[in-house]
């Protein structure tokens, strides 16, 4: 076993998912929902990263949606959240004590397991092998859960005030991070537009060169042709 590889790529995913700034937002999360489920919570961000490793991209292809739209999805749920702990609104339903809808949205999805998660595994299967991703998410989701654990002592410790003054902070982080994510596939779907728009023009300067190649060949057939029947008739 590579522990070196499985160290890369725990601190990658580490930093990715970055658990640790997410705090403001779980205890935001656990304050309006009465209550944080870390068992389910994990669970469903390891199942959503373990399909993804293996099966996301047929998965979205078979939906006909590409990881750059996928995304796109992903920076606009996080953009709402930013705007809910910024401007005191709630956007999504509040699913009450004991609900299981918000240990899977926003939670797993897009705040553990969001899209840069999604994108960072597709990245780190052509450097590392499946092993030592496996691993690596493991200890992640270890990490994740010790967190979600440790929400009611983190906001015992933050207090209320901490906590509104954290989430108005973290809110336009959180906003800033899904605009960057949103103009870096902005941008990313362009270069592809135009790249295949070049290819297209390439494709069509050549059929046109030989088109023109083509109709050349022909009038020198005609004028070869033209010889012959002039010099037979001569004769």
């Known amino acids: 076993m590579d522990f070196q590889a499985i160290g890369s ?44 490793l293996y099966l996301g991209e ?6 006909g949606v590409d990881i750059q739209s996928f995304a796109l999805a992903g920076a606009i749920v ?4 930013g705007l809910e702990m910024i401007l005191g609104r709630s956007f999504f339903k509040e699913t009450g004590k ?3 809808a918000g240990a899977i949205v926003p939670l797993a ?16 299967r052509s450097q590392y092998s499946y092993d030592s991703i496996l691993v690596g998410i493991i200890i992640n989701l270890v990490l994740v859960y010790l967190v979600l654990r440790s929400s009611q002592w983190l906001e015992d410790r933050i207090g209320d005030t ?22 870096n596939q902005v941008l990313a779907m362009k270069t592809g537009l135009q ?8 494709n069509v ?11 050349r060949r022909m009038d020198a057939m005609e004028t070869i042709i033209s010889d012959t029947l002039s010099g037979t008739s001569k004769k």
């Open 109 to 124: 999805f897009p705040i553990i397991a969001g899209a840069g998660t999604m994108t960072t595994l597709v990245s780190l």
């Open 205 to 215: 300067h050549h059929m046109d060169s030989l088109q023109m190649e083509q109709a």
């Open 9 to 52: 790529v725990t601190l990658i995913l580490f930093s990715v998912i970055d658990i640790l700034g997410a705090i403001p937002v779980i205890l935001d999360l656990k304050k309006k929902n009465g209550g944080l489920e870390p068992f389910k919570s994990t669970m469903a961000a390891g199942i959503i990263m373990f399909a993804f």
């Open 98 to 100: 004991g609900g299981t």
């Open 162 to 183: 901490g906590l509104k003054v954290m989430g108005k902070v973290f809110g336009i982080v959180l906003i800033a991070i899904s605009i960057k994510i949103i103009t």
């Open 78 to 81: 996080m953009f709402i959240m």
């Open 195 to 202: 790249e295949s728009v070049e290819q297209i023009g390439r």
């Open 58 to 63: 047929k998965i979205l292809r078979l939906f």
